[in-house]
């Protein structure tokens, strides 16, 4: 495919290159031929693992630093592509540490941009958005023209984040644009608490055969999208002129209740159980119910949609966890 051809022989810059996406992402561009710097903090309980790139230490040049300094001013420089997935995503952490939320997921991003601004303004650059930033939905499916209503700190971050990113391409012509992201899974996913997300602590229970707690009544509905499925959209954005200044739903799977996933991870695990508990007071506070985003706008711009079955993608995580959990928990 002529967007996956475009990455061969490039110098591709990916921030939180040890981490979840951004590992899966580098993994991908080597196998294209392209030339990747991986920049990863390693902050603790952030998802940064040097195994995420086990068999790539060849393939990809790892730098270890914090994106929040000068040295970003040098990092940028020859870049054609930057891929910008650095940010801190639990929720609950935001409300709990909101400063370090607010530098992080701001101040971060515009040391990135304004590296960019002075030392490579020709590259292209995705980031990594969320659908946080819609909050409770008044409507669904979500599609970009809903209102931006978030329902903690992070969720203000990030819609900041993004709107850097859109103002510098209004003012300054960086070729930038973000991508929306939901419910992601898959294999090298921070499992080993639950402050980051529901998905990868009921796949740390599964794969330990222990008990799944599900909050409330389980019914809330969510879209998911497997971890190959989102690496495909970021390089379909970055290879992209159509997608400048654009911001983009990721998602439009079919909607999962929790209690469904719970029961499919269960009968994967063949050792787990479910237990339906209370809300704790301070993820009743944050959560949004049901949320399921409309993608049509992706799919008709950059030609992407989900492909892997739910199934499927879940199976496949499953079977790395079980056999590399030592590095997960």
């Known amino acids: 495919m002529e967007y996956l051809d475009s990455y061969r022989n490039r110098a591709v810059l990916v921030t939180g290159g040890l981490g979840f996406i951004g590992s899966n992402l580098c993994r991908r561009l080597a196998d294209l031929g392209a030339r990747v710097t991986a920049v990863d903090s390693l902050l603790p309980d952030y998802g940064g693992n040097l195994f995420n790139l086990e068999g790539y230490e060849d393939k990809v040049r790892i730098n270890i630093a914090d994106v929040r300094g000068h040295a970003m001013e040098y990092l940028v420089q020859g870049q054609d592509v930057v891929f910008n997935l650095a940010g801190q995503v639990s929720h609950i952490d935001s409300m709990t540490d909101p400063f370090t939320d607010l530098e992080i997921n701001c101040r971060s991003q515009l040391w990135i941009l304004e590296a960019l601004r002075k030392r490579n303004p020709e590259a292209k650059i995705v980031y990594a958005g969320t659908r946080q930033v819609y909050g409770r939905p008044q409507r669904l499916p979500v599609d970009e023209n809903h209102p931006l209503a978030p329902a903690d700190v992070n969720g203000i971050n990030k819609i900041s984040g993004e709107f850097y990113h859109l103002v510098y391409h209004q003012a300054y012509q960086i070729r930038a644009c ?152």
């Open 178 to 329: 973000s991508l929306r992201l939901t419910n992601t899974f898959g294999p090298r996913q921070l499992i080993r608490h639950n402050r980051q997300g529901f998905i990868g602590w009921f796949m740390k229970k599964a794969v330990l055969g222990e008990t799944i707690e599900v909050f409330g009544d389980g019914a809330q509905r969510r879209d998911f999208d497997y971890v190959d499925d989102v690496v495909d959209a970021f390089l379909r954005a970055g290879a992209s002129e159509a997608s400048n200044g654009q911001v983009f739903n990721l998602g439009g799977g079919p909607p999962i209740s929790l209690l469904d996933l719970a029961q499919d991870l269960v009968r994967l695990s063949e050792k787990s159980d479910i237990k339906i508990v209370p809300f704790p007071e301070e993820r009743k506070r944050i959560d949004i119910g049901d949320f399921f985003s409309d993608a049509r706008k992706i799919e008709t711009t950059l030609g992407w949609k989900s492909t892997t079955p739910f199934a499927d993608g879940l199976a496949r995580t499953v079977e790395y966890y079980r056999a590399h959990q030592e590095h997960y928990l």
